[in-house]
Every structure is written in structure tokens, then in C-alpha cells.
């Protein structure tokens, strides 16, 4: 569209230089004008030679050569003397109307040319999709099969039966068969829809035209209805065949009631329901239309005939991740010892997409050292990578907000630092990442498969860290520690009731009171009344110790979580390597102070939750 655009600014351009250029060679061949009076006495002297009327306009040469024009009120009148003078006369009719309007016509039609070619249409027959967005894709070099798609079976099981209606078509018309016209893939970007559009075509070996919603919608009024049908020509000209369109939700959003913005859009809709019941059941022209916004989409495209089959396309889980990293990994050379397991575990939310980009980044990272294989460091690194692309960097939050978060976070690397037996700090954000990310928060505590009392105390203490941190620093409570609290008085609930160790309560395992749902509290317990109270008892005593450890922990350490907190705020990330050096100068300047150093412990760390929400 923008070369279009910039081919329209130079047409201007040179229309303008054109009537420029006119008007000069009009002024250059025009001989200057003389007044009706001095005309008449030249020709009294017989000065006169020549002259040629047209209408009143006079055009003559004098006796020395020299042109001139005038205009005449009464040429009739002059005749006598023209004649009398011995003036050759030639005359022509006067410029009939049409002449006289040629500007005019020539501005409209000069308009209309503007006009339909901007609008992407040529006086030759329509060529609009001779440009890029159409694209023939029946090439072997690009052609997708079955095998490229992976981790979305039940999908892919469904689209089969359509490969067969495209082989066998002659089959199913002569059988009177009802051949689908439209199926609509809906789910979330870079999930394999249009992968599995081609894919189909690849397997049926039929051309396949894609074009993106959005591309029908253009900004002269019935440029996209017109598009529509051009394709709908085209295809139908190369049937059987797939047409694959992108977004469709650009088109066929609701039509909206009367809103004149809209009418484009509304216009191109119409089209594309007219086009997709008028074809007969000898055109196999299947439409895949893809969405991730299903919801927003008109129901009159939904109705039978048209797009009335509707598959989900969703994220893949931990076993299409697998699949997907085998089909990516396929023409790569990697270690014999990588475990693609593991690394679908530990890219949960991760689309078809970014799982073929995670690949890629990884194949690169490994050529890049130079190495006989990929191995699993760098899918390590490429992992990193592309989760900083995830997080969004940008997201809008207030300058406060900043600071809070900054000493929440601060607060939990602080206790997982200072405390014994917790997990390895590996990193500390304060860049709020996709939710998907925040799945792997409990991983440290669901890996292990025997705990420490002093692991799940301590993990409990590194939960709160966050926001004590807040209330030392602001003296105020924000509801981003939510999740901490929940997930801290988890731990401490399950510890007293499924793990047996609370002397309070002692090793008795009761069932979880979470299970217990309205009616059936009364009857479904598998403990009284009174334990349960005991129970509530316990695991607030042990929040509330925990509580008071990690306060007195924190403000002894006070200074350090001011410092940790600026570094934060300044780098949005830091690393355990950049974590030691915070806390390296903090011990050294304590030395100095010759003040209690900080309560040292084992360089075994904890891994925080690194998804904390914004506080509201
Ligand atoms: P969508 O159309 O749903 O936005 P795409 O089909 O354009 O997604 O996916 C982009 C790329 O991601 C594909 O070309 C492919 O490399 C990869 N991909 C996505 N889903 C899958 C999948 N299920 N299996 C294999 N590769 C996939
Ligand atoms: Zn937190």
C-alpha cells in the first residue's frame, strides 16, 4: 500500500509539472495582444497582411512580420475593410462548447484515474492481485504437510476428512455429497492455524490463497467488497482450492448499527456472505477463516453453509510441546544427552510459534559458540531471551507502583538469601511478565520430594519477605502480596495437616478443609469441629512466628533492602551474580561501620516467585 501510495504523490507531482509546462508553452506561443483601436488604423495603412478569425478572436501579421491578436466586438462590420485593405482572410467556426469545456473534462477524468488507482484498480481489468498479498502457494518448495503440524491432533483429525473432499471431489459431487464451504479456526496467535490451512493444501496438493482480513479493508468505500469477489473469481477459476483468511475478525466483526465508519467494513462482509452461498457444489472453493477473537465475529457468518464448522485451536500442553519440539528440532543437529521433555516442562504457555522461535534462537546460540550440536545451555539461553521478549516492558505503571514493587521483590530475594536451606536465587524482576509465566512459581516446592521443616518455614518466610518489606518501607499494605499470603498460608496448612509436623497438632494427616465444599462441611469432614479450630490455630501461630522472624530479620537488614531495592529500580533485572556483588558491598560496609554483620548463612539460596502482580 505505501509504494502505492508513494506511486499516486508522483502522479500528482507530474499532472502538476504537465499543466505547468502547458501554461508556459501556451504564453510563449501566444502573440501579444494589441488594442481593437490600433488594429483598425494599421489597417487603414494597409499594414495589415494577414489575419485569421475564430469567433471574435483576431490572429494577424503585420508588414514586418510581426504577430499579434486582438478580439473584435463586430467582425462583420470589419469585413469591408479587411477586404479593402488587401488582407488575406482565413476564418474557422467559433470553439464549440465542448472545446470550451475540455478543462473541466479533463480535471474529472483525471480525478477518477486518482481515484481508482488508489483504490487499487486499473482501467486495463483488474489487476489487484498481481501484488503480495496474494500468494499461490501450491510451490513443493513451500508446501506444508501433516507432518509439520504437532501437538493439536483432535484438529488436525477433523481438517483430514476435508484433504479427502478436496482429492475426491468428483466422488463426493457425483454422490450429491454436501461438501463443507467454510471452517473456522479460532484460538490464540501462533497456534498453527495457518500452518494447518496450508498443510491441508500441501496434503490435497490444491492451491492455496491467503490473504489477511484487514487487507479487504481499505479506505475507499467498496475497494474491499470488490476485492472479495475478485478472489472468489479467482478461486473458483482454480478449483478445487483453499482460500485461507487470516483475522478474519477485521471483516466479519458484528456490523455495527448505522455507524457510518463502518460501512466499508459492512460492505465487504456482505460480499463475503453473498460469495460463499453463491458457489455451486462443482466449485470446491473451501474458506478457512482464522480468528483469536471468535466472540466479536457476526453470527450470519457462523450460519450454515457458511463458516459452520468451528474448531478450537488452543496452546499446546506439556505433550504437544514435546511433539512440537520434535518437528522443530527435526533438521537441527542436537546433543544425543537433550531431554526435550525437560525443556517442554519448563516453557509452559509457550505457543507453536514461539516454541519453532525458541529452536531457532537456540540453533543460533549454539552455531554462534561454534558447537558440534545444540545442547541444552543453549536452549537455556534461548529460553531467556525469549521470555525478556514476553515481558512486557512497557506495560504502564506508575512510579510508585515501581517503588513498591521494587522493595516487595527486594524483600523476598533478601530472606531466600539470608536464610538457610532454601532453593538458588536465580534472577530478580521487576518487569511484570505474562501469566502463563507465572505457572512456575511452585515448581521449587513440588520437585523435592521430601522436605525439610526448616525448607517449608523458611519458604514460608521468603513468601512473606515481600511484604513486610512493603510495610517497613511504606507502612502500608497493598493487595499484591495476595498471592504470597495464599500461597504461604498453603504451606503452612499443608505442613500441619498432610505432613505431620506441627507438635501442636502431631502426625495425625486431616484431610485438606479446602475439599470440604458448602452442605458438606458438616458431614464429609474427617475431623471435628474442634480440631479444625485447633487446626485454623496452628497454622495462623505458625504464619504469625514466621511473621515476626522475617521482620526482625528485615529491619536488621533495613539498609540492605533500601540498596537492593535502588539497583532494582535502576536495572528492572538482576542475576544472582549481580545479587552477590549487592550484597558484597552491603557486608563490607557493615565491617566498616563495625556493626553486627549481617545473620550469614550458606550460599544456598531460594528461588522467589519471580511473577509478582502489580500492586492494585
Ligand atoms: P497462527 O496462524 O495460529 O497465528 P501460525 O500457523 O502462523 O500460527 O504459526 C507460526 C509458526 O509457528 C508456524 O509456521 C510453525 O513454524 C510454528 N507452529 C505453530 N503451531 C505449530 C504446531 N502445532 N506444530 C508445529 N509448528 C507450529
Ligand atoms: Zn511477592
Known amino acids: ?162 484433504v479427502d473432499f478436496l482429492k475426491n471431489h468428483e466422488k463426493y459431487n457425483l454422490l450429491g455429497g454436501r461438501i463443507p464451504k467454510g471452517v473456522l479456526l479460532q484460538g490464540p496467535p501462533g497456534t498453527g492455524k495457518t500452518l494447518l490451512a496450508r498443510a491441508i493444501a500441501g496434503e490435497a496438493l490444491v492451491p492455496f490463497y491467503l490473504i489477511g482480513g484487514s487487507d479487504f479493508v481499505e479506505m475507499f468505500a467498496g475497494v474491499g467488497a470488490s476485492r472479495v469477489r475478485e478472489l472468489f473469481k479467482l478461486a473458483k477459476k482454480n478449483a478445487p482450492c483453499i482460500v485461507f483468511i487470516d483475522e478474519i475478525d477485521a471483516i466479519g466483526g458484528r456490523r455495527s448499527n448505522g455507524s457510518s465508519s463502518h460501512e466499508e467494513r459492512e460492505q465487504t462482509l456482505n460480499a463475503l456472505l453473498v460469495e460463499m452461498d453463491g458457489f455451486s457444489s462443482n466449485e470446491t472453493v473451501i474458506v478457512i477463516g482464522a480468528t483469536n477473537r471468535p466472540d466479536v465475529l457476526d453470527p450470519a457468518l457462523l450460519r450454515p453453509g457458511r463458516f459452520d464448522r468451528q474448531l478450537t485451536v488452543s496452546l499446546p500442553n506439556l505433550h504437544g510441546r514435546v511433539k512440537i519440539l520434535e518437528v522443530h528440532t527435526r533438521p537441527v543437529t542436537i546433543s544425543p544427552a537433550l531431554n526435550l521433555t525437560v525443556i517442554a516442562q519448563g516453557i509452559p504457555g509457550f505457543s507453536g510459534a514461539d516454541i519453532a522461535n525458541l529452536v531457532n534462537e537456540a540453533a543460533l546460540t549454539a552455531a ?138 502431631g502426625s495425625t494427616v486431616y484431610r485438606r478443609k479446602q475439599q470440604r465444599f458448602l452442605g458438606s462441611a458438616e458431614t464429609g469432614g474427617t475431623f471435628s469441629e474442634a480440631t479444625a479450630r485447633e487446626i485454623d490455630l496452628e497454622v495462623r501461630r505458625i504464619i504469625n512466628d514466621c511473621y515476626a522472624e522475617t521482620e526482625k530479620l528485615l529491619r536488621s537488614n533495613n539498609r540492605l533492602i533500601h540498596e537492593l531495592a535502588e539497583v532494582l529500580l535502576i536495572n528492572e533485572t538482576i542475576d544472582a551474580e549481580e545479587m552477590e556483588i549487592v550484597m558484597q558491598c552491603y557486608v563490607n560496609s557493615q565491617k566498616s561501620d563495625k556493626q553486627g554483620p549481617a545473620e550469614q548463612a550458606q550460599i544456598d539460596q531460594s528461588d522467589i516467585d519471580k511473577t509478582e502482580e502489580i500492586p492494585a
Open 1 to 162: 500500500m505505501k509504494n502505492r501510495f508513494q506511486a499516486g504523490l508522483l502522479l500528482i507531482f507530474l499532472s502538476i509539472l504537465g499543466v505547468l509546462g502547458y501554461n508556459v508553452w501556451l504564453s510563449e506561443t501566444t502573440p501579444p495582444e494589441q488594442n481593437y483601436t490600433d488594429f483598425l488604423a494599421d489597417l487603414k495603412n494597409k499594414q495589415i497582411v494577414a489575419v485569421h478569425i475564430s469567433g471574435s478572436e483576431i490572429r494577424g501579421e503585420d508588414r514586418i512580420g510581426r504577430k499579434f491578436r486582438t478580439f473584435s466586438p463586430d467582425i462583420p462590420t470589419l469585413m469591408p475593410s479587411l477586404l479593402a485593405a488587401g488582407t488575406t482572410v482565413s476564418a474557422e467556426p467559433p470553439p464549440s462548447l465542448f472545446v470550451q469545456l475540455n478543462p473541466l473534462i479533463f480535471l474529472v477524468i483525471f480525478v477518477a484515474a486518482l481515484w481508482r488507482f488508489f483504490s487499487g484498480q486499473s482501467f486495463t481489468g483488474s489487476k489487484i492481485w498481481q501484488d503480495k498479498r496474494f500468494q499461490f502457494r501450491a510451490e513443493p518448495a513451500d508446501m506444508k504437510t501433516f507432518a509439520d503440524v504437532a501437538g493439536i491432533d483432535e484438529v488436525q483429525d477433523e481438517l483430514k476428512e476435508i
Open 368 to 505: 554462534r559458540q561454534k558447537k558440534q550440536a545444540v545442547e541444552m545451555s543453549d536452549f537455556d539461553q534461548a529460553k531467556d531471551k525469549i521470555m525478556m521478549g514476553l515481558e512486557q516492558k512497557n506495560a504502564a505503571i506508575n512510579e510508585k507502583e515501581r517503588r513498591i514493587i521494587a522493595y516487595h521483590e527486594a524483600g523476598h530475594a533478601i530472606v531466600a538469601r539470608l536464610l538457610p536451606e532454601t532453593d538458588s536465587l536465580h534472577k530478580i524482576t521487576i518487569i511484570p511478565r505474562g501469566i502463563a509465566l507465572g505457572l512456575t512459581q511452585q515448581i521449587p516446592i513440588e520437585q523435592r520430594y521430601t522436605y525439610s521443616l526448616t525448607y517449608l518455614l523458611n519458604r514460608i518466610k521468603v513468601l512473606l519477605g515481600g511484604r513486610i518489606a512493603e510495610t517497613i518501607v511504606f507502612h502500608h499494605l497493598s493487595t499484591g502480596a495476595a498471592n504470597d499470603i495464599a500461597a504461604a498460608t498453603d504451606i503452612a496448612s499443608r505442613l500441619v495437616c498432610e505432613w505431620g509436623m506441627s507438635s501442636a497438632i
